[in-house]
Antibody, heavy 128, light 111 residues
Framework: QVQLQQWGAGLLKPSETLSLTCAVY????????WNWIRQPPGKGLEWIGE???????NSNPSLKSRVTMSVDTSKNQFSLNLTSVTAADTAMYYC??????????????????????WGQGTLVTVSS | QSVLTQPPSVSGAPGQRVTISCTGT?????????VHWYQQLPGTAPKLLIY???NRPSGVPDRFSGSKSGTSASLAITGLQTEDEADYYC???????????FGGGTTLTVL
């Protein structure tokens, strides 16, 4: 049973950098993508980005300029850095494994994925 | 505002059946991308409930079922129980925006 455990600073000032780490226990680290998803208080879910075991990343275009992700395969851990935070970045941040498949759709090879399991979440508050 | 549209809330009495819709466009659900559903109980992380439109992960009761047609998908819950009170989110991929995305979420209240 794969479990994800995450940690990081919970209170930041505007313009600081958010840093979170997620450790993967009980399963393979390769062959999946490792994701960050956030949820502002009382609101819905927003996908931030993903990284695979080789360090290849993909990010939400709306956050791409501020997002850096890294992976430490020796520890089965991956990390998120989000720079220049503002109050709008206040949210619960989750790490999650993505199970992906490649499938032809109307002659186009697509990559589809679902998130399972999720970490427990880290509440990050940005306030001066 | 999410590209995947869900009703903000639905409700039903114990034992009844409810459905939650997820309406997309031709660049996501309508293009054939899989739809997945998550259940988020109060104060907890989301949990995968339905994957690839209709499939239940091991341990999910068969009271939960998913379907998809055209640009929309639906989650049905039969035999409502009080422990089903939660937020439910659909998720798919959007090819024009190039990102995985979630619906805005639906709060289920069991009356």
């Amino acid at each position: 049973q794969v479990q994800l455990q995450q940690w990081g600073a919970g209170l930041l000032k505007p313009s600081e950098t958010l840093s979170l780490t997620c450790a993967v226990y009980g399963g393979s680290f390769s062959g999946y993508s490792w994701n960050w998803i956030r949820q502002p208080p009382g609101k819905g879910l927003e996908w931030i980005g993903e990284i695979n075991h080789s360090g290849i990343t993909n990010s939400n275009p709306s956050l791409k300029s501020r997002v850096t992700m890294s992976v430490d395969t020796s520890k089965n851990q991956f990390s998120l850095n989000l720079t220049s935070v503002t109050a709008a970045d206040t949210a619960m941040y989750y790490c999650a494994r993505a199970l992906t498949v490649r499938r032809m759709l109307r002659g186009v090879l697509t990559r589809q994925g679902r998130f399972d399991p999720w970490g427990q979440g880290t509440l990050v508050t940005v306030s001066s | 505002q999410s590209v995947l549209t869900q009703p903000p809330s639905v409700s039903g009495a114990p034992g009844q059946r409810v459905t939650i819709s997820c309406t997309g466009t031709s660049s996501n659900i309508g293009a054939g991308y899989d739809v997945h559903w998550y259940q988020q109980l109060p104060g907890t992380a989301p949990k995968l409930l339905i994957y690839e439109d209709t499939n239940r992960p091991s341990g999910v009761p068969d009271r939960f079922s998913g379907s998809k047609s055209g640009t929309s998908a639906s989650l049905a819950i039969t035999g409502l129980q009080t422990e089903d009170e939660a937020d439910y989110y659909c998720q798919s991929y959007d090819s024009s925006l190039s990102l995985w995305m979630f619906g805005g979420g639906t709060t289920l209240t069991v009356l």
